[in-house]
């Protein structure tokens, strides 16, 4: 085995690991606080990824010229927008479900996802969409034959999830809004009786998962430069795989699991064969649900009586 060859896969694992992470910590926090798989969460995905080109594209008609402004510009605005795509559909769509079967919200998620889809391809076309690289610079490991090149935009990446989680993780611990999300988490109905809203909370969390969705929606439009209107349906499929793995419900888990996969997936493509990547994903994804169901820092479900 080609140390070179294994260590810049172990890099491009990491970078794609951590966009699997940012979008399962989406599916895992929400499943966790209303006991529900969004699947229209890799959605909200790819949503995000075309608002960051259509901001980008106002920022540079204006004259923005600084790189670091126009992203950061273009993240903030892509938080902002894609954080009210969340809200809006958890107020629309599923609140209106609340205390009904679990298998209502389930079929809606899908249709909300196929709603999504197929919004943006009559809004912006069927076509592949791409965005100009901005940061092209990288640095290499090793000799002119043989190195590991880290593109800057992959150390971008990682930097950004791991501030992402660290802010989350604050959010979660630190803070009355966090306290209140655990409370619901453990005990819906006691948090409500003990004066929590739990409608806002559940709006919120919805809100949490939008805008870390659309932080990596930012975070690979500027990496790989091209995404159309189905690109959210195999990465949030990739990304629940990893939020299972994890531990659905787990927010370590997530960001583990993510990562995992990432780096599993980017072995199996340099190493075996890229064409059934995807298959292995899946593989791995149904070897977890038959060995450990809990995943690797999930808990069993305990049934309350």
């Known amino acids: 085995m080609d140390f070179?060859?294994?260590g810049q896969q172990i890099v491009n694992g990491l970078t794609l690991g951590s966009i699997y992470g940012l979008i399962a910590v989406g599916y895992t926090m929400v499943y966790g606080i209303i006991g529900m798989i969004?699947?229209?969460h890799g959605d909200i995905y790819m949503v995000s990824a075309y608002i960051s080109a259509i901001t980008l594209a106002i920022a540079t008609f204006f004259g923005i010229q600084s790189?670091?402004?126009?992203?950061?510009t273009t993240l903030i605005v892509t938080m902002v927008i894609t954080g009210l795509y969340g809200w809006t559909i958890e107020r629309a769509v599923y609140r209106p479900l609340t205390g009904t079967t679990r298998l209502a919200p389930l079929i809606t998620a899908i249709?909300?996802?196929l709603v999504l889809q197929n919004y943006v391809?009559?809004?912006q076309g069927p076509n592949v969409q791409g965005v100009p690289t901005l940061i092209a610079s990288s640095i290499r490991l090793g000799d002119e034959n043989h190195f590991i090149q880290i593109r800057v935009m992959n150390l971008i990446i990682m930097g950004f999830s791991i501030a992402a989680m660290a802010g989350l993780t604050w959010l979660i611990h630190?803070?009355?809004?966090g306290r209140q999300c655990r409370a619901v988490q453990q005990d819906r109905k006691m948090a409500t009786i003990l004066g929590v809203n739990t409608a806002r909370i559940v709006s919120m969390v919805f809100v949490m998962g939008s805008v870390l969705a659309a932080i990596a929606g930012v975070l690979v439009t500027m990496n790989y430069g091209s995404f159309d209107f189905y690109v959210g349906f195999i990465i949030g499929i990739k990304a629940f795989s990893a939020a299972v793995l994890g531990g659905?419900?787990?927010?370590?888990?997530a960001m583990l699991g993510g990562l995992l996969l990432g780096v599993l997936e980017s072995l199996f493509a340099g190493f075996i064969s890229s064409d059934y990547k995807d298959v292995f994903a899946f593989g791995v994804l149904v070897a977890v649900l038959i060995f450990k169901p809990s995943g690797l820092l999930g808990r069993p479900a305990v049934e309350k009586v």
Not at 67 to 72: I, M, S
Not at 248 to 253: A, K, V, Y
Request: glycine letters at 14%; zero cysteines.
């Open 38 to 40: 969004n699947f229209a």
């Open 67 to 72: 790189v670091p402004f126009a992203l950061l």
């Open 4 to 6: 070179y060859i294994f």
């Open 248 to 253: 659905i419900g787990s927010l370590p888990g």
């Open 111 to 113: 249709g909300v996802s």
């Open 121 to 123: 391809q009559l809004a």
């Open 174 to 177: 630190g803070t009355s809004l």
